[in-house]
Structures are given as structure tokens and as C-alpha cells.
């Protein structure tokens, strides 16, 4: 574990927190408490990719940690954690809180939000790190993970540029979240894709390929949590937190990279 933490703490220390799931959940915990979400309050809502390495019970991951430190969650995401459940989903999970009384009024119940894109991180024979593989519980072969992600990249580099990257039509509405997701990268952050195609160590774009997959997902989550309270302030009366940042997937276990706790309506 700490030899991983290394390694994430050189590539990724200068942008988030790298934790191990125990001090994941200290930090969590402390924070949401001095702001009064606890588990008999809150109702967590998830924007994670809905890969099973993130949730089977194999692995000591990060999401079960939350699961069980906060009872259950709503689940938002698509494929590369994109919250394709939109503000509909926000509005649904919002009524799914947990509230009580106190002196005959009614306490309204809070969401906790989870939003966090996941890259698999393995280290070889030869002792190089590799970015973006992960060894699966019960599989031999080495497969991607987030695959979606690792899928865009590939394509991208066939297609050589953003300009040229032709995203696949979907007419029947066969694979809504692969359009959503191509299009939100290749309409939004092109200039971004093209630096990381320029850069020409493989770890190093896969690194700042989640970054950017990051950024995406916590931005759009932002605007959706915003039109949510814009629409829903007359009754929605709860707090919001919002925990934020990449989940490294190593197999067996997890690691966090934090980057963000925050409470919007503060």
C-alpha cells in the first residue's frame, strides 16, 4: 500500500490528498460531523462510474466504505462517472433523505455527495507502475479501468487529433452515455485532449486524462446541483456536502486522491 501511495503522491500530490480508505473515512467523517451530516440524517448520492470494482465485495473500496458509514446511496452516474441522472435524479434522491422531528417540526433530512471518477494502478514484474490496468478479483488477463475512459483515449489517439475524432452515431439510443460522455470531451475540452496527446509517456497521459475526466464530471455535477437548488429552494430545506476526487482502483483495495470537501449551501 504505502509503495502505491508513493508513487500517486508523485504524480498526483500537488493536485489532491492521497489517502488510504482508513484515513479517507477519518477525514470524512470529522468534516461531515462539525457540519452536522450523519448517517441517521443524510442520504448519500453517487456519481461514480458504474463499473463493479468499485462496489463488489472482493475489494476494501472505497464507495462499500462510504456505504456502510452512511447507509446505502443513490446512484447518479454513467460511464466515467458522468451523472447522467441530471437534476431529475438530484430532485429524486432529495426526496429519499432521511428527516425527522424535533419540538413538532420537521427536520429536513441532507445529501451527501459522492463524485469521483476511478483509474486502475498495478505494478509489473519488472516493478514499473502502470496506469489506467487493473488485475480483477477472479480474473488472470489484465483488463482497463475506467474502461470508457481508456476506450476514449485509444480512439483518440487512432483519430490523431479532437478535430478529426468522429464520435460513432447512436440513432436508436443504444448507448446514450458513450454519446453524452464523447461529446462533453470533444466539444468542451479539445485543446486540453490535444495536450495530452502531445505528451509522449504513456503513464503521464492517462494521469492527466483523469484530471480531466474530473473536471468534466465535477463541473457538470456542479451546474446540475445548482439548477437543483435554483428549482427546488422552496422545499428542500437540507444541507449538501459534496466529497470530490479520483479513486484509485489496485485490485484488492482502494486508494483515495481528495480533492475536495465542500457544502454548497454554506
Known amino acids: 500500500m504505502n509503495e502505491f501511495i508513493n508513487e500517486l503522491n508523485k504524480t498526483y500530490g500537488n493536485w489532491g490528498k492521497i489517502l488510504s480508505i482508513n484515513n479517507f473515512m477519518l477525514e470524512v467523517r470529522k468534516n461531515l460531523t462539525d457540519h452536522g451530516l450523519e448517517k441517521h440524517n443524510s442520504r448519500l448520492v453517487f456519481s461514480v462510474c458504474p ?21 446505502g446511496e443513490f446512484h447518479l452516474g454513467g460511464l466515467g462517472a458522468y451523472p447522467m441522472g441530471g437534476v431529475s435524479g438530484i430532485t429524486a434522491a432529495s426526496h429519499h433523505s432521511p428527516d425527522n422531528k424535533s419540538n413538532g417540526e420537521k427536520k429536513h433530512g ?22 489506467g490496468k487493473l488485475a480483477r478479483p477472479g480474473q488472470q488477463n489484465l483488463t482497463s479501468s475506467c474502461g470508457a475512459m481508456m476506450g ?46 502531445a505528451i509522449e509517456d504513456e503513464n503521464l497521459q492517462v494521469v492527466n486524462l483523469f484530471k480531466l475526466n474530473y473536471d468534466l464530471v465535477m463541473n457538470k455535477a456542479n451546474q446540475m446541483i445548482n439548477e437543483f437548488l435554483m428549482k427546488e429552494k422552496e422545499h428542500f430545506k437540507g444541507d449538501i456536502a459534496k466529497i470530490s476526487g479520483i479513486t484509485v482502483n489496485l485490485g484488492s483495495q482502494d486508494i483515495f486522491i481528495m480533492k475536495d470537501i465542500s457544502y454548497p449551501r454554506n
Open 110 to 131: 441532507n445529501l451527501i455527495f459522492f463524485i469521483s471518477p476511478h483509474v486502475g494502478l498495478i505494478k509489473n514484474q519488472q516493478g514499473e507502475y502502470i496506469y
Open 51 to 71: 463499473d463493479d470494482v468499485n462496489r463488489i465485495d472482493e475489494v476494501d473500496s472505497v464507495e462499500n466504505a462510504l456505504t456502510s458509514n452512511y447507509n
Open 152 to 197: 476514449f483515449l485509444a480512439a483518440l489517439k487512432q483519430a490523431g487529433s479532437p478535430e478529426d475524432f468522429k464520435i460513432a452515431p447512436d440513432n436508436s439510443n443504444m448507448d446514450p452515455t458513450r454519446m453524452v460522455l464523447h461529446g462533453e470531451l470533444i466539444n468542451n475540452y479539445a485543446p486540453r485532449l490535444s495536450d495530452i496527446l
